[in-house]
T-cell receptor, first 116, second 114 residues
Framework: GAGVSQSPSNKVTEKGKDVELRCDPISGHTALYWYRQSLGQGLEFLIYFQGNSAPDKSGLPSDRFSAERTGGSVSTLTIQRTQQEDSAVYLC??????????????FGSGTQLSVL | DAKTTQPNSMESNEEEPVHLPCNHSTISGTDYIHWYRQLPSQGPEYVIHGLTSNVNNRMASLAIAEDRKSSTLILHRATLRDAAVYYCILMSMNYGGATNKLIFGTGTLLAVQP
């Protein structure tokens, strides 16, 4: 596709359930990023992928959060045993190489996660 | 990462120019200045970036102070569609292995009045 695609656009789950959020980056982009944005807050970095490896996981808030990327393309962010404080918009972005300070990041529209 | 400071909010009238300031007094010589904006219910979108010289593109202009400790994003004629949160972010060169991530601050909420 032409842009970064995220699915689902909305997800409602019950506390304690696991959820998976998907990101399809722009074709050919080797760098992929996950962010989250809680209501009325700024964007919080979660994890960065270079190809299929994640050299920076420093933003993952707890061990309930994990992410993987396969084939240097699609990425899945998994949240286990969801809590109400996990409710937020989860945003994915990609960039061409992740190596230059002049690179543009392209963001998807996000997944709105609501934990009841 | 070097920090940026922006006003929390600004107002503009439609079809008038808007100057959005950003202070980054601890910027290093290799930091690029990036601007992104986030329209309601959307992900951020790239606006413009620069290193030392002023930059123009179809969306906006970026004026960078000579000492690089501040910059200004200029929207030449604001439209209602420009109402968004504008983020000024510094990005450092990635010398192998370091994350080339954007660290977002709280940004400036721009309101455009008709």
């Amino acid at each position: 596709g032409a842009g970064v695609s995220q699915s689902p656009s909305n997800k409602v789950t019950e506390k304690g359930k696991d959820v998976e959020l998907r990101c399809d980056p722009i074709s050919g982009h080797t760098a992929l990023y996950w962010y989250r944005q809680s209501l009325g807050q700024g964007l919080e970095f979660l994890i960065y992928f270079q190809g299929n490896s994640a050299p920076d996981k420093s933003g993952l808030p707890s061990d309930r959060f994990s992410a993987e990327r396969t084939g240097g393309s699609v990425s899945t962010l998994t949240i286990q045993r969801t809590q109400q404080e996990d409710s937020a918009v989860y945003l994915c972005a990609s960039s061409l190489s992740g190596q230059g300070a002049f690179e543009k990041l392209f963001f998807g529209s996000g997944t709105q996660l609501s934990v009841l | 990462d070097a920090k940026t400071t922006q006003p929390n909010s600004m107002e503009s009238n439609e079809e008038e120019p808007v100057h959005l300031p950003c202070n980054h007094s601890t910027i290093s010589g290799t930091d690029y200045i990036h601007w992104y904006r986030q329209l309601p219910s959307q992900g951020p979108e790239y606006v413009i970036h620069g290193l030392t010289s002023n930059v123009n593109n179809r969306m906006a202009s970026l004026a960078i102070a000579e000492d690089r400790k501040s910059s200004t994003l200029i929207l030449h004629r604001a439209t209602l569609r420009d109402a968004a949160v504008y983020y000024c972010i510094l990005m450092s060169m990635n010398y192998g292995g370091a994350t080339n991530k954007l660290i977002f601050g709280t940004g400036t909420l721009l309101a455009v009045q008709p």
